[in-house]
């Protein structure tokens, strides 16, 4: 199997190095591609994989191809390459906010395309990714595409009306995280705490309790009501928490994520 890659920027790393490192395909089988001559080389160096400037080189000589450029970049590299697909290539883009229909409708014809949304925790292996294929990709073709995604950490199969959920509850919350973090990190500042210690551990509670909810299978609710005693610190907490709108605020931020994603 040969996959390339159009683009070399942060995910795309993360997705190659993700691959190369679980040897799902070997280096010399890749093949990434990039107008930007360090990001190129950087990518040759990292992962031994063979780089171009050419991205219709990099369709041409491979099976699989993933697109892994920003939204404003996309129309020109669809433009360029559609010449090239065929009913043989499995596309896989990454490329927030544009939908299968206007991946068909950008290269004058149906194909096998994969629609997904990944997020940022890619880069350490621990990403979720929402994926969904369209109506030409087989169930084989589905299988290696997950197989590829799973090398950045988690990735289950959604209808494509949920994909602007995606985005606002994976692919764009690792923000609303750095924030709860930070300010975590200030309260315990203020409380005397050394910033450094405090990051180490506010950013500590938050991996433990999200792994608590993914390994337990408990109801968020339940696990907030065992750390929560009778006239105690954490109630306390929580009460000021949602006098001040804490929950509400989350729920708008992505109603505005999900808003903003449907017009990209």
Not at 173 to 202: C, N, T, W
Request: glycine share 8%.
């Amino acid at each position: 199997m040969k996959l390339g890659v159009i683009g070399a920027g942060n995910m795309a790393s993360a997705i190659i190095g993700g691959i190369v490192k679980k040897g799902l395909i070997e280096g010399e089988d890749i093949i990434c591609s990039s107008p930007v001559k360090a990001e190129r080389d950087k990518a040759q160096l990292a992962y031994g994989i063979r780089v171009t400037e050419n991205n219709r080189e990099t369709v041409r000589e491979s099976d699989i191809i993933i697109f892994a450029v920003k939204p404003q970049v996309i129309s020109r590299v669809v433009e360029e390459i559609k010449l090239d697909i065929d009913d043989e290539k499995l596309f896989i883009s990454i490329v927030a906010g544009k939908s299968i229909e206007w991946f068909e409708t950008a290269a004058g014809k149906s194909f096998k395309i994969i629609r997904t949304m990944p997020n940022t925790p890619a880069l350490v292996g621990e990403g979720m990714t929402g994926v969904c294929p369209n109506t030409k990709v087989e169930q084989d073709d589905l299988e290696k595409a997950l197989e590829i995604l799973s090398s950045l950490g988690k990735a289950a199969v959604v209808p494509e009306s949920l994909m602007d959920a995606v985005v606002a509850v994976s692919g764009s919350s690792p923000a609303y995280v750095f924030l709860m973090i930070e300010a975590m990190a200030d309260g315990a500042v203020r409380l005397g705490m050394p910033r450094a210690m405090a990051y180490k551990f506010a950013a500590q509670a938050v991996y433990g309790s999200a792994k608590m909810v993914l390994e337990t299978g408990k109801h968020p609710a339940e696990l907030k009501d065992m750390v929560c005693s009778p006239a105690g610190t954490t109630i306390e907490a929580v009460r000021v928490l949602e006098d001040l709108g804490f929950r509400s605020s989350l729920i708008e931020a992505m109603d505005a994520c999900a808003e903003v994603s449907k017009k990209l």
